[in-house]
Every structure is written in structure tokens, then in C-alpha cells.
């Protein structure tokens, strides 16, 4: 059973940092690319970053770029989602995802809130 576990959310002000863990189980994680997703309210679920099995490679949406890294740690099993100069449009449900053998997986989400 493939489980993904979010955490690390909170409420921040503008600038502040967050960073974000997701814990996975139930398939080989060291040979799977990971993603973060996020999905503010009103709008659709979008892509944040993603990395590669091994952590080689990353890509991150415009709106992150200079501002977030993601990271893993295969022996642990987790990715994180490091979040600097955070925005008031950074506020959103956070999600850990992947896909194995065909299907998506992702976490239940964890809430960012980024206010004053």
C-alpha cells in the first residue's frame, strides 16, 4: 500500500520560511522520481517541483524558481520541499505525489498560510 505522508505546514508571515517533509512507504522510493504539488483555493492543483530518483536533477514553476528547493533522502525515504521568501500566493494545500506502476499517489496534503 503506497502511503504518503505530508507534514511541515503552518501558518508563516510574508519572507518567512517553512520546510515541508513528505514520508513515503509501500514502494521503492530510491527508484522513483517524487513531485510537490499545491492547490490554492479557487484554483487548480499546479505543479511546485520535482526531482529526480536519484536527486540529480530538479525543476521548479516560474512562480518558485530562486525561492524553493526540493531535496531527498532516499535513505529515509522523504522528500522536502524548502520554502524561503515565502508570498502571500504561496498559500495553499501542499501535495506530495508519485506515480507507480501506472498509478498517481498522493498525500492528504499539508496547509501553507502565508500572513500578516
Known amino acids: 500500500q503506497v502511503q504518503l505522508v505530508e507534514s511541515g505546514g503552518g501558518l508563516v508571515q510574508p519572507g518567512g520560511s517553512l520546510r515541508l517533509s513528505c514520508t513515503a512507504s509501500?514502494?521503492?522510493?530510491?527508484?522513483?522520481?517524487m513531485s510537490w504539488y499545491r492547490q490554492a483555493p479557487g484554483k487548480e492543483r499546479e505543479l511546485v517541483a520535482r526531482?529526480?530518483?536519484?536527486?540529480?536533477?530538479?525543476n521548479y514553476a516560474n512562480s518558485v524558481k530562486g525561492r524553493f528547493t526540493i531535496s531527498r533522502d532516499n535513505a529515509k525515504n522523504t522528500v522536502y520541499l524548502q520554502m524561503n521568501s515565502l508570498k502571500p500566493e504561496d498559500t495553499a494545500v501542499y501535495y506530495c505525489?508519485?506515480?507507480?506502476?501506472?498509478?498517481?499517489?498522493w498525500g492528504k496534503g499539508t496547509l501553507v498560510t502565508v500572513s500578516s
Open positions: 505525489y508519485v506515480q507507480w506502476r501506472g498509478i498517481d499517489y
Open positions: 509501500g514502494f521503492t522510493f530510491s527508484s522513483k522520481s
Open positions: 526531482i529526480t530518483s536519484a536527486g540529480g536533477s530538479t
